[in-house]
């Protein structure tokens, strides 16, 4: 009977796993005759690597910087390495943290945050290290079979090396991968309809709280009301110019998306910070609705977390009551750069800062996102998402125009096509999860598999927390197949290999 990953359990959770951060030599630009080189950081455990012919897992990096606190994104991969005694590597996605290949708002730069690009740096990086542990599978050398490791746009990328590397990665492992998004074949109004489902699921009649609230304050107000009533002084720049329906949509954003951030860590139920936000409204709004809505943005959207939750999975544990303030401070939530705003790319939250700035080009190239709200299969105020929108934003920031199918037509991540040119992908969902609605949820092959949990959230079965006794059932379980199958893949593989 195969190992059981809970067996390994530390006694106490630990929130994350510092490493020593190294650097790897990668191009610029992989496309191009050019030479020039930057240095990309990147994390190793080579703590179970039993040696030449052994497994390596490889953690793809997203939309934020690793940092030294962070380390090791999965403590569910270090298990899993324990077991097949492999290596684990982790690189940081090009123009995240500190992996810049060039400086930043060089007018070029962010020409080269492609997913092509990043594909590349991984496979140059995986072969490196192949040859460094003596397992390239060439001039004598065992091979080290290659496991693709990611949580959300991670989870996309690990599919995809599978995809277009199956020379040199064996499998991959994607959870809450947004597969059907970047194909453009999600209703703009399935993601914050889950959410919505997901908060009156944790707490009966929240949606309903919200929706009152709303209409009892953003919807009905006046600029100089949202203003006094919420914000700090003074406004960013592009926001003092009198527009009220400006104003009110970059407000009404910032709430937004801070449910989606909540909504990505709703796990393990059931008291998270979904909950205790639902509480508060519940409470407190139906005797001052403009209270409420001042406490939840100063406790709940106070620290932008999009990237950080997307990429890494922090825990209910992550998003509390903050600190009560007088008044919001919505510059906080923009991104780096020139004619940053808060509404970008992705209506689920860009971030901020430089990693925000990096994200919000991304869905404003290649990997686009329709994400709307209409305020009847969902709590938010309605504003509805459109390709034109999406134009005039991105051509206004960054100069680019989308390319929505571009990857889908040029790699066959089609639902339909899939099965016809790549196998062993694993997909795995968490349907509390807003991406659940753009994800892989039903088998395509034999060998491309999808397993869902009922009580997951954002790749919960990937979350930077240890596996606990407060874990769900379902989300146990998923960890323990998901464990399993590897494994005997892995042996199918090697097997195949050495006969």
Known sequence: MAKNLIA???PVAVISIPSTPFNFTQRVDHFSLNQATYQQRYYQNLTNFVGPGSPIICIMGGEGAIPETTGIFYPPMVLLAERLGAAIIEPEHRFYGTSQPSPPFDTQRLQLLTAPQALEDAITFIQAKQVELGCSGKNGQPRCPVVTV??????????MMRLRYPAVVDIAYAASAPMHFYAQTVDQYAYYRVITESAERASPGCPAAVRTMLASTLATATKDEIVSKLLCLPLPEYLQNGDLELLLNEVSMVFTYSWANLNMANYPPPNTGLFAACQMIQSVSPLDP???????????AAVPLGSMLRTSGLSS?????????????????LPSGENATISGGDWSGDGTGLDGSSWDFETCTLLVEAIGMNNVSDMFLSREWSYDWLNEHCMNRFGVVPQPRALADMWGFDDDVLPKITSRIIFTSGLNDGWSAGGITQNL????????????????????????SSDTPDVFSTRNIVADLIDTWLREITSKENS
């Open 317 to 333: 544990n992550d998003i509390g009551v903050g600190a009560s303030a007088s008044c919001y401070n919505i510059s906080t939530q």
């Open 290 to 300: 403009w209270s409420a809505l001042l406490n939840f943005l100063t406790s709940y």
């Open 445 to 468: 092959s034999d060998t491309l598999l999808a397993f869902n949990m009922p009580n997951g959230a954002h790749h919960s079965d990937l979350s930077h927390l240890w596996p606990s």
């Open 150 to 159: 990611g949580g959300s746009y991670p989870a996309w990328l690990a599919a």
């Open 8 to 10: 390994s359990l530390l």
